[in-house]
């Protein structure tokens, strides 16, 4: 009897065992190969904004938030150790950095191309970094619309990054996807913007599960041909526009000048998404006097109560 129940004892810890060395081999090989992590979440000016002495800037100079970085993402691609930039902003050497440790890729200078959406200061002017009185690259791909590239080739000194060949400019067109390998493909799409010197575009990024939108800025939901809804349902996180929180922000200046979303406009045009949708938002591109900015804030907390996100510097999203 005593032989009996040892066996059965021996047999028990066997399939406990097994059962233990098959659940780690399974969460080994189901380790997301694919990341996006979020390198900023400010508009472009950043935070404190110049000449801004106002309760939302005033102690930032003497006691800087270093998270309050100008929006950005990096996207990882573990097995290959590769990486990507979306926007080229004033912050990009310490994004760079914050990008390649994320990866393991500490040996890697830059990234293996970089995405912009348009020519406004906070998603271009990175680029200076780029030149021959910093890193001096070698042929740096960079990914741009047809205005953007003819921005840059017209007008220095981003001209001469592609006359000395520190970057290589490769063509993006509405709508048409490109693999940057065999799991994972980047789609630019217009949106209404401002357009001085360039278009404007969101991206659609896909990676072996996930989805990813990326619209940092926009003029109004209202002015889009698509339907911001339904591209959030088809979204597994959507990256949206939220430079300010209500019409209140800016006393000095007519924000009809500067449209974009309000927080309070997406989330009443977002209100009757189901809640597994609604969690997909997170509200990104913050100007300096937004109150979303200060978790403590009732803005953050009103955001949050009602289903969505705010997103968040060095979040790490697995794709």
């Known amino acids: 009897m005593r032989n009996r129940i040892s066996i ?60 309050r970085k100008v929006v950005s993402l990096g996207l990882i691609d573990h097995e290959s150790q590769h990486t990507w930039l979306f926007e080229a902003t004033p912050d990009m050497v310490s994004q760079f950095h914050l990008l390649q440790s994320q ?79 065999n799991r994972i493909k980047v789609t630019p799409f217009t949106v209404p913007h401002r357009d001085e010197f360039s278009e404007t575009v969101g991206y659609r990024i896909e990676g072996p599960s996930k989805t990813a939108l990326f619209i940092p800025d926009i003029d109004k939901w209202s002015k889009w041909s698509t339907s911001i809804l339904a591209e959030i349902k088809k979204s597994d996180y959507a990256f949206l526009d939220a430079t300010f929180y209500d019409g209140n922000e800016l006393k000095n200046r007519d924000m009809s000048a500067v449209p974009h979303p309000f927080i309070v406009e997406s989330m009443e045009l977002f209100k009757n998404l189901s809640s597994m949708d609604k969690s997909k938002v997170h509200f990104i591109h913050f100007n300096h006097t937004n109150p979303v900015i200060n978790q403590n804030s009732e803005a953050y907390k009103t955001v949050i109560k009602n289903g969505f996100k705010v997103a968040s510097f060095n979040q790490i999203i697995n794709m």
Not at 23 to 42: E, F, H, M, S
Not at 141 to 154: C, L, S
Request: proline content about 5%.
């Open 8 to 67: 059965l004892l021996l047999c028990i810890l066997l399939l406990a065992g097994a059962f233990s060395f098959k659940w780690t081999l399974n969460n080994i090989t189901t380790a997301p190969d694919v990341q996006l992590v979020i390198l900023g979440t400010i508009q472009d000016a950043g935070s404190p904004q110049i000449g801004c002495y106002k309760d939302c800037c005033k102690d930032l100079y003497d006691h800087p938030d270093h998270s």
């Open 103 to 181: 990866a393991g890729s500490h040996n890697r200078e830059v990234p293996n191309g970089i995405f912009l959406t348009h020519a406004h200061i906070g998603h271009y002017t990175g680029l200076m970094f780029l030149g021959k009185e910093a890193i001096n690259t070698r042929e740096l791909p960079v990914y741009a619309m047809p205005k953007m590239e003819q921005f840059i080739k017209a007008n220095g000194p981003w001209s001469q990054l592609v006359a000395n060949k520190n970057i290589s400019i490769k063509a993006l067109e509405n709508g048409r996807s490109i693999a940057l390998n």
